[in-house]
């Protein structure tokens, strides 16, 4: 079973910055890709960013630019990078990885005000 540990999320003033990590551990496969997502009150999850073990990333349209994903796999860990934040990416942003099946973390709540 692997477990996610994610961190980082927090309140910000429009502009500013914030950096999300996710942890996993427990896994007896060698973990594939890596990825973040969010979900906004009352909308549907949608995909952020995500990357392989190999470093190839993809980026949703609407955070390419100010978001930067990238990976330790020797620690198992993805980050996010977010810049230029805007009130409309206030969500909570979840990692997922592929360790065999997906594996979901907790979720941590990212808030921009204006």
């Known amino acids: 079973q692997v477990q996610l540990v994610e961190s980082g999320g927090g309140l910000v003033q429009a502009g500013g910055s914030l950096r999300l990590s996710c942890a996993a551990s427990g896994s007896r496969f060698t973990i594939g890709v890596m990825g973040w997502y969010r979900q906004a009150p009352g909308k549907q999850r949608e995909l952020v960013a995500t990357i392989t073990n190999g470093g190839i990333s993809n980026y949703a349209d609407s955070v390419k630019g100010r978001f930067t994903i990238t990976r330790d796999n020797a620690k198992n860990t993805v980050y996010l990078q977010m810049n230029n934040l805007k009130p409309e990416d206030t969500a909570v942003y979840y990692c997922?990885?592929?360790?065999?099946?997906?594996?979901w973390g907790q979720g941590t709540q990212v808030t921009v005000s204006s």
């Open positions: 997922d990885v592929l360790a065999l099946r997906y594996y």
